[in-house]
Each structure stands twice: as structure tokens, then as C-alpha cells.
């Protein structure tokens, strides 16, 4: 008996000149990926996903965007908000006010049993439509207020990237757009696609032992077979004495291994030795302090265990590519000195 292809998920992928582009695209390379990996499941498998770019404003839908396969006529089983370049709360309400005509569309897709994705700041735009009224919603710090003049009956949860109520996913960052769009798709009721996305996040996101695995199978093909956890164990212990004077001996004890095994094998996991790794970690530090603190150059160069601030300097232009005080002034997170003291008399 032969048996009949389900139909594939229709997503409607909204956009306008604002919209977050990179998470639009995004989400496409996911969707293209789940079709990929249906494909290569099955000889001529039909795509498990079509998408189709709905347009948020006035303005005609650019012909460069990606297309998918080909468009369906029928209403949409998922549709995603991708978030807008907002720059203030007032711009957010702005641009919600703007694609007011969209209210009805994602209601219509939710009242049909659909589920949304409304990636950052687009929650803003589903609590306008009243689906996040009563329920739990992950909302980026910048626009929390936004959200609440849209509808003060959501209650913000922080503290997650991103969760599901109503049918109804939100994340408080774009980072976790992929996340948020493979978890819904494991959870809609084509039959496939929990499968498909499992498999596609084990590419795009996954975990730490994945890799380990993947890493030594790789290492056993090819006969390169590190000592179990040496490398490991060196770069805790450079970690655990960033500040202390750099030994590779000492590291080497630490690690249960020799000097000479230590730096090859290091130089193999890292592409760099042990001391230059060091050098990162102090590098890393260091930019740190001057992007949050006070702390003189000089100071700086101590606390990251180096007695010559020369030394230190010249090392912070090889790693980071210019001199502390010009990163001091282009990456600072805090007011000037000057400025910060006339805000604490006031």
C-alpha cells in the first residue's frame, strides 16, 4: 500500500526594512538544513518545510531575499517575527504601529491552532495582539517597558533566553533564534519534523560531549591520539595561575605529563603554545578592566601578571591590535572619571 507524503509546514516569515535580517536569514539556513537533511533521509523526499516572506509595512518584499519552495496558498502553521533594529522603546512602539495591518494575520494563524515565534523585541508586537495577555513571556531588557504599554497583562520571566507560552515563543536575545525556532518545530504536528530538528540541532547547537566524541573519532582516524585530559588539565591550571610567572614545567606537572608531550600536544588542541595561551587569557582580562574600570595601565599590567608595563603594552598590540589607552577610549562601558564624579555629588 502505498503510502501518502504529508503535507509539508507552511512558516510565514515576516519582514520590513527595519526587520533583524541575520535572524531572518537565520532561520531560513535552518529550514534550508531540515529540507537538506529530509533529503538526504530519503531519495527524492519532498521539502519538510516551505517558507514564504510576508511583508510588515507598505513597502513591496525585496526580490533578493532566499526563496523556498514553492508557495503554498493555505494558511500558515507557524509565523515568525524576526525583531526590528529598534533604537529606543518609543522607535519599538513606532514600528508596531507601523505594521498594525500584521495584528490580525498572527491571530488568525493562532486561532487556527498556529504557533509564532516572535524572536528579541518582535514579543512587543504579540502582546499587541493579545496572546500574551496572562502568560509568561522572555523579554529583552531594552524594551521590557514596550512590551508592558502593548499589554501590562504579560508577565516578563528573566533570568531565560527564551520559553514557549500559548503556543507563543519568545526570546529576550537574537542569539537564541535557532534554539527557539527548532524547539517549536519539534513540536508541531507534522510527523517528521521532531526528528529533522533534533538531528539539525545536533549540527547547528551541539553539546560539549558531541564534539568530544566527534573529536576523538576524528583523532583515531587519522592516529592522532591525545593523552586523555593533559591538554585539559594545562589550561586549568593557566587559568587557576593567570597571574603567577609563566613555568611550562610547572604546567606540564600540573597536567601529569612531560614539558616536550605538553607543548606538542597543546600546540595540536589550541594552534598555539601554552604561554601564548596564557597571553590571551591576560589579554582577555585585561581588556576587561579597561572597558569597566579605572584601573591605571600600569595597575592593569600587574593584576595580569606582568612586573613590565612595557612588556605588557606591547603584548596587548600583538593580541588585540592597538595600544591599551587607544581600547581604554574606543571600548570603555563607563562614563569618564571626571563625569562620574558629577553624577555622585548630584
Given at each position: ?5 504529508p ?52 513597502q ?53 491552532g ?33 512590551v ?54 545536533h ?14 573519532n ?107 589607552s ?13 563625569r ?6 548630584k
Amino acid at each position: 500500500m502505498k503510502t501518502s507524503t504529508p503535507s509539508p509546514l507552511i512558516v510565514d516569515l515576516y519582514w520590513d526594512a527595519d526587520c533583524l535580517s541575520g535572524v531572518a536569514f537565520t532561520l531560513v539556513d535552518v529550514m534550508t538544513m531540515i529540507n537538506q537533511v529530509a533529503a538526504m533521509r530519503v531519495s527524492q523526499a519532498p521539502p519538510a518545510v516551505h517558507w514564504r516572506w510576508r511583508r510588515m509595512d507598505t513597502q513591496p518584499i525585496p526580490r533578493w531575499l532566499p526563496s523556498g519552495p514553492s508557495p503554498s496558498k493555505r494558511q500558515a502553521d507557524v509565523a515568525v517575527v524576526p525583531g526590528w533594529h529598534a533604537q529606543t522603546g518609543p522607535h519599538l512602539d513606532q514600528l508596531i504601529m507601523r505594521s498594525s495591518a500584521v495584528v490580525s494575520q498572527l491571530q488568525a494563524v493562532h486561532n487556527m491552532g498556529g504557533q509564532l515565534a516572535m524572536v528579541y523585541n518582535g514579543s512587543a508586537l504579540a502582546a499587541r495582539c493579545g496572546l500574551l495577555n496572562g502568560h509568561h513571556a522572555a523579554v529583552p531588557w531594552p524594551f521590557m517597558a514596550s512590551v508592558l504599554r502593548q499589554s501590562n497583562l504579560v508577565q516578563i520571566v528573566t533570568g531565560i533566553p527564551w520559553l514557549v507560552a500559548n503556543r507563543v515563543w519568545t526570546s529576550d536575545s537574537p542569539i537564541g533564534a535557532t534554539a527557539l525556532l527548532l524547539d517549536l518545530l519539534r513540536h508541531t504536528a507534522h510527523p517528521t519534523l521532531a526528528t529533522l530538528a533534533e538531528s539539525v540541532q545536533h549540527i547547528l547547537l551541539p553539546p560539549a560531549v558531541r564534539q568530544k566524541v566527534a573529536a576523538l573519532n576524528a583523532q583515531v582516524a587519522y592516529s592522532k591520539v591525545l593523552p586523555e585530559g593533559a591538554v585539559e588539565l594545562a589550561c586549568r591550571w593557566l587559568e587557576a595561575n593567570l597571574e603567577a610567572p609563566y613555568s611550562l614545567h610547572a604546567t606540564a606537572k600540573a597536567a601529569s605529563t612531560s614539558p616536550r608531550t605538553l607543548l606538542r600536544h597543546f600546540v595540536m588542541a589550541h594552534g598555539k603554545t601554552p604561554l601564548d595561551y596564557l597571553h590571551g587569557l591576560r589579554m582577555a582580562r585585561a581588556q576587561v578592566l579597561l572597558e569597566t574600570s579605572y584601573v591605571s595601565v600600569e595597575q592593569i599590567s600587574k593584576m595580569c601578571g606582568y612586573s613590565d608595563v612595557g612588556t605588557f603594552r606591547r603584548l596587548f598590540v600583538r593580541f588585540v591590535g592597538e595600544r591599551p589607552s587607544e581600547y581604554r577610549t574606543n571600548y570603555r562601558l563607563r562614563t569618564s572619571r571626571k563625569r562620574w564624579g558629577e553624577i555622585q555629588k548630584k
